[in-house]
C-alpha cells in the first residue's frame, strides 16, 4: 500500500509541474521545439502519444530531452499546434519515448498536455548532419526544425464576471447534462464526483463531457481560444444544447420510419 501511494504522490506531483510548470519564467524564453500538427489539439491533462519519423520531428525529441545544462530548465517540453494561424498552442511534457539518439527509425513518445500558451517569436533550425544522412533516401532536403525563441502563458482576461449570469449559465449546462450522459456519473461515489461550486473550476469540469474522447481540432481550437469562464460556458452549452437537439431528432426521425 506505502509504494502505491508513494507512486500515487509522484504522479500528483507530476501532473502538477506540468499544469503549473515551477520552471515558467525560464520557458519563457528557453527556445521550444515546435510540432506543427493539423490532426491534433491537446487540452490540458490529456495524454498524447505520437511516433516521430520525420527528421524534423527527430530532432525535436532530441533537443528536448538534451540533457545538457543550458537545456535544462526546458527539459521534456515541446509545443504542439494545431496551425500557425491559432493564437493558442499547448506546452507538452514528453514522460516517456524510446531513445532518439541512436534509432535510425521511428521514435515514440508518450507525452501530457500542459498550459496553453502563445507563440512569440520563432526561427527555423537547419536538421544537424546526424539527422539529415537519415533522409538520403529521399533526394532531397528535409524540412526545418521550428524553434519558439520566444513564448508567453496565455491566461484569462482579467474581466469582472456577472455571477447572476454565470450561475445561470450553470444551470443550464446541467439540466442538459442527464439529457445525454447517466446521472450516475455526477454522484459523489464516482471517478468524476459532483460538479464544483466555483465557477471557473466548473467550466473546467463540464468540458470532458462536451469534447469527451473526441479528437477533432476544431472545437477544441474554439475551446483554447476562450479566455474567460463565460466564454468557456457559452461554448459548453452551445455544444450540449446542439447535441441534445440532434439526439431528439434523430429519435423523432427513427419513430417515423
Not at 535544462?72 to 506546452?91: D, E, H, M, Q
Not at 513564448?151 to 446541467?174: G, H, P, T
Not at 463540464?206 to 474522447?213: A, H, K, M, N, S
Request: glycine share 2%.
Amino acid at each position: 500500500v506505502d509504494v502505491l501511494l508513494f507512486d500515487a504522490l509522484r504522479y500528483v506531483n507530476q501532473l502538477s509541474n506540468i499544469y503549473f510548470p515551477l520552471e515558467q519564467n525560464k520557458l519563457t524564453t528557453a527556445g521550444i521545439p515546435i510540432f506543427d500538427f493539423s490532426s491534433s489539439v491537446a487540452l490540458m491533462g490529456e495524454e498524447l502519444y505520437f511516433n516521430f519519423f520525420e527528421s524534423r520531428y527527430r530532432q525535436l525529441v532530441q533537443e528536448a530531452m538534451s540533457t545538457t545544462s543550458s537545456s535544462a530548465s526546458k527539459k521534456g517540453w515541446f509545443i504542439l499546434r494545431a496551425t500557425t494561424n491559432v493564437a493558442s498552442c499547448t506546452l507538452m511534457k514528453i514522460i516517456e519515448h524510446t531513445d532518439p539518439f541512436t534509432t535510425n527509425d521511428m521514435v515514440f513518445v508518450k507525452c501530457i498536455a500542459g498550459p496553453r500558451i502563445k507563440v512569440v517569436k520563432e526561427i527555423e533550425v537547419p536538421i544537424n548532419n546526424t539527422n539529415t544522412a537519415l533522409d538520403d533516401n529521399n533526394k532531397k532536403l528535409p524540412s526545418p526544425m521550428i524553434r519558439a525563441t520566444h513564448i508567453a502563458f496565455d491566461k484569462d482576461n482579467k474581466v469582472e464576471e456577472d455571477i447572476v449570469m454565470l450561475n445561470d449559465m450553470r444551470s443550464k449546462c446541467l439540466s442538459l447534462l442527464p439529457q445525454l450522459f447517466p446521472k450516475s456519473l455526477f454522484n459523489d461515489e464516482s471517478s468524476i464526483g459532483p460538479p464544483p461550486l466555483d465557477m471557473e473550476s466548473f467550466s473546467f469540469w463540464i468540458l470532458r463531457y462536451v469534447l469527451g474522447d473526441s479528437r477533432e481540432p476544431a472545437p477544441r481550437l474554439e475551446w483554447l481560444a476562450c479566455h474567460s469562464t463565460n466564454q468557456r460556458l457559452t461554448f459548453v452549452y452551445t455544444l450540449l444544447k446542439n447535441a441534445v437537439e440532434k439526439r431528439n431528432n434523430e429519435q423523432e426521425s427513427e419513430e417515423e420510419s
